[in-house]
């Protein structure tokens, strides 16, 4: 329920905390008073319509906060917890509006979007105007009521149960006819991929064996190279030059030419260039075996390096083309091979699920004629019991009519196959139509009422706000509607901006709106009432501006005190 009411700066109000308990609370005030201002407040707080006059002159901004207890379980938690919003020790919905008009809004001082404000501000109040008409007056929320009134919960819940495996079993069918039809549509691509992807015949973990074997073999054919160069440097380039050795043969028989053949080496001036080139011809023939063996031993295949870079080349433009990697090319290529005996065993699978989407249509359809059943039965029944409270609320002329209507399969939903419509004639031979259609203000509200009571216990709703309910009536009808009022107060709480001294009377609380004016400067205060001052303003209320001592005889018989 409200538990409390922060204005600063709206209109005519400066600075208002008001607190409210449960039971029904009314307010009043002469006409102008500013009554309209505090319903404007909340709406406010509740995601209402912000707008530039609503600032006070001379203030920078109003605000508004509401504070609400709702009960344990409240659909308004869940919501909350939905959004990331904590709420364990009750909600408060706050609006600041500026200058411009802007607005920003909060909830449990969290800054939230007014959209969101609404639906958090829908679930805890509900308010029941003549010129705002919500709650009772959507066509949504007649269902929900009408099963709250007379549906038993584990036949809604049956309900919902067959709607979700319904729902279920046809989204399998759908995504089943889908993947058939899309395999259909590229089979022929299918077919080309799957075959390239087999010659391919990619293997986990090949991307980098290829890579390595590629590096050693270049570094092999390095080697190689190398290796060939020396070689050459000592391979004569033609047959006249025989090469180094050939070279080094000659100039050692140059220089034996120089000394008799017998002569010792001391008496040899070239012995030691003869020993020289001797032994140079000696390592050189040692580098030529040297490098005959490395040539052998060295491994550089061109081919086969040509054929690894050729592998890899292969790997990488079907990765590329598939926009993957090649490591995921042997997964693909089984993907698509299961897309292709898709087409074959797919036809199976659907009629498959067609059968069962069929059955879960008949078991939500069977579940919901059972519904039907016990709605219209209900619908009836509400009918009577509205029928009853419609003669003391001066709408003794009106017929309401809660309407089950079969919908198309189409329109069926987890609340089942109806249509459910609350309708009213307000006079005789009329067709029922819509309530805020058909109804007048005044008939609306009253109407609203009687709904109210006979369905107070089924809403969720655990704030009530009606606004002048008991415009243009008195006597009688007012005391009925007085009566009315408090017995729906019982279960929720009810706030009720009222004219009348019966239905005034029947309040549990009491707040009288007036307007005082000070320095120039007019400004709208709400003072609680008890005892005496309530007492003379009901007097009030029935009198006029004079007060007279039958006035206050006949509040204290409205009040039931002595």
Request: charged fraction near 25%.
């Amino acid at each position: 329920m409200l538990t409390a009411l922060a204005i600063r700066d709206v209109v005519l109000i400066e600075r208002l905390d008001l607190a409210f308990g449960a039971g029904l609370t009314v307010l009043t005030g002469e006409t102008g008073a500013g009554k309209s201002i505090l319903l404007d407040s909340l709406g406010l707080a509740l995601g209402g319509r912000s707008e530039q006059g609503l600032v006070r002159a001379g203030a920078e901004q109003a605000s508004v906060a509401a504070a609400f207890a709702p009960p344990a379980g409240h659909p308004a938690y869940a919501l909350l917890a939905e959004q990331g919003l904590g709420a364990d020790e009750g909600i408060v919905l706050r609006r600041i509006i500026g200058l411009d008009g802007r607005s920003r809004a909060f909830i449990n001082d969290q800054p939230v979007g007014a959209a969101l404000l609404r639906r958090v501000g829908g679930l805890l109040v509900e308010v029941q105007g003549q010129h705002d008409q919500m709650g009772l007056a959507d066509p949504m929320t007649h269902a929900g009521l009408l099963d709250a009134y007379g549906v038993t919960p584990g036949l809604r819940i049956a309900v919902a149960t067959d709607h979700a495996a319904w729902r279920e079993a046809t989204s399998a069918l759908s995504a089943a006819r889908e993947a058939i039809a899309k395999a259909m549509r590229e089979e022929e691509w299918l077919r080309h991929a799957v075959e390239e992807l087999s010659n391919l015949a990619a293997e986990p973990g090949e991307e980098e064996r290829l890579a390595a074997e590629r590096q050693r073999l270049q570094q092999g054919e390095k080697r190689a190279e190398a290796i060939a160069a020396a070689v050459s440097e000592l391979t004569p380039r033609d047959r006249r030059s025989g090469g180094p050795a050939a070279a080094l043969r000659a100039a050692g028989r140059a220089l034996q030419r120089l000394v008799p053949s017998n002569a010792p080496d001391a008496l040899n001036p070239a012995a030691a260039a003869m020993a020289a080139l001797e032994r140079a011809e000696e390592a050189l023939s040692e580098a030529e075996t040297v490098l005959s063996r490395l040539a052998d031993a060295v491994e550089a295949d061109p081919r086969l390096l040509e054929n690894v870079e050729e592998r890899l080349f292969a790997l990488r433009a079907a990765a590329r083309k598939h926009g993957i990697a090649i490591a995921a090319l042997p997964g693909l290529r089984e993907t698509l091979r299961g897309r292709l005996e898709a087409l074959e065993t797919g036809t199976a699978r659907v009629e498959e699920l067609e059968h069962q989407a069929g059955m879960a249509r008949e078991r939500f359809a069977a579940s919901c004629a059972k519904l039907s059943e016990v709605r219209r039965k209900a619908a009836e029944r509400l009918d009577r019991a509205i029928a009853r409270e419609l003669p003391p609320l001066k709408l003794e002329r009106a017929r309401f009519t809660a309407s089950v209507a079969a919908l198309p399969d189409t329109a069926w939903t987890a609340q089942g196959a109806d249509e459910v419509r609350f309708l009213i004639a307000t006079n005789p031979g009329q067709t029922p139509g819509a309530l805020a259609k058909i109804a007048s203000g005044g008939e609306l509200s009253r109407l609203m009422l009687a709904l109210k009571v006979v369905l107070a216990g089924g809403s969720t709703v655990p704030t009530l706000v009606f606004d002048e309910v008991d415009s243009g009536i008195g006597g009688a009808t007012a005391a009925a509607v007085g009566e009315r009022l408090a017995r729906v107060a019982d279960e929720v709480q009810v706030l009720l901006v009222t004219h009348s001294p019966q239905v005034a009377a029947r309040g549990g609380a009491h707040l009288r709106v007036a307007k005082h004016v000070a320095k120039g400067r007019a400004e709208t205060r709400v003072e609680p009432l008890l005892g005496a001052e309530r007492q003379e303003e009901i007097a009030r209320m029935l009198a006029g501006e004079t007060v007279t001592e039958a006035a206050r005889a006949a509040a204290r018989s409205l009040m039931g005190a002595p």
